[in-house]
């Protein structure tokens, strides 16, 4: 297992071993996009489709909605590429407005697979994100999953859910899955952090959890468990962090450190339990990804997988801005005011 950092250093590893491939590739990607990145990897695929080995890629019908108007990947798919949309947008129809593949897989000749957060498109360059890259048993869970949505894009059955199989594999699979279907990684995280004694470190771009959850946090924290979340500092998606932010005061009131991260917009997900338990993928603190999207995490108790974690955090943490209440109360009017408009469709969200 190696965990990458830096989108410019993933997507290369990615592109390497997608060059290596000898008979598959399968991708799941919320947001990949005809420009700059993302027709690295579609020119990949060409080249390894005139090889002959089989591809396969899902593709959100809204995060790349884009990418479905190409007419490099209409030509793509008339050579042989398949590519299907997850739940293609429909004014019609409220589904098709809300329920996303917010996973993001590759696998290679089922021996190598890759599992993260960040989408394929110039604009997360100098996002802070990650992905891993894993090889062993779980490498036939996320070609399972991934197996599983693939049959389901086919019949345009988006919210089916697959029998469930117990894994054995360290670490282990976790997936959110649409609608009101399981829900394993928001599962497991609340269970986790109900248990926690000592310590609750999480990493979200976006936070805006169900009232549960947040409680959940509230009470470990007013119980004396170091709770500390590090989010976004650096802003590109106004309403979002407003949002986020209007759970702050409350937050804060309760002794939860609130960090921002300063040097770019960082977009990792990740949380570590008393330093017994961790998880990393493309879960977010948000109702979308407990409730709304399909998401794929890993999850372990092993020292090896915390370790990574730990040291990501820690990392993060030495870069970020921790929010006092003292400074937060005293923020402008107009600022304080609208996130009182709108913490009544927190519900909603």
Known sequence: MKLYTA????????????NSAK????????????????????????????????????????????????????????????IVAFNPPHLANPKQWFYRLHKKTLVIDSQIAWLGGSGMKKKFIKFRDIFLRL?????????????????????????????FTKQTSDPQLLINYCGYGRKEIYEQMRENIQKAEKSIFLTTSYFFPDRNFFQLLLDKARAGVDVKIILRGKDDEHLPVRFSSSYFQKALRANIGIYRYEPTI????????????????????????????????????????????????????????????????????????????????????
């Open 7 to 18: 989108p410019q250093a993933f997507w290369d590893a990615m592109l390497k071993d997608i």
């Open 23 to 82: 008979i598959s590739i399968e991708m799941e990607q919320f947001s990949i996009w005809d420009d700059k990145i993302g027709h690295r990897f579609l020119e990949a695929f060409e080249k390894k489709n005139r090889e002959g080995v089989k591809i396969r890629m899902i593709a959100d019908g809204w995060g790349s909605y884009p990418l479905f108007r190409s007419g490099f990947v209409k030509k793509l798919i008339a050579a042989g590429v398949e």
């Open 135 to 163: 090889e062993g048993t779980i490498v036939s869970a996320i070609q399972t999953s991934f197996e599983s949505v693939w049959r389901n894009c086919k019949q345009q059955n988006y919210f089916a859910q697959p029998d």
């Open 266 to 349: 960082i977009h990792t997900k990740s949380a570590i339990i008393d330093g017994k338990w961790a998880t990393l993928g493309s879960c977010n603190l948000d109702k979308f990804s407990f409730y709304y999207n399909m998401e794929a995490n890993l999850a372990s108790a092993s020292l090896e997988f915390i370790q990574i974690a730990s040291e990501l955090f820690a990392t993060d943490l030495k870069l970020s801005k921790k929010i006092e209440l003292r400074d937060w109360i005293r923020r402008p009017f107009y600022e304080r005011f609208f996130e009182f408009l709108i913490w009544p469709i927190h519900n909603y969200l």
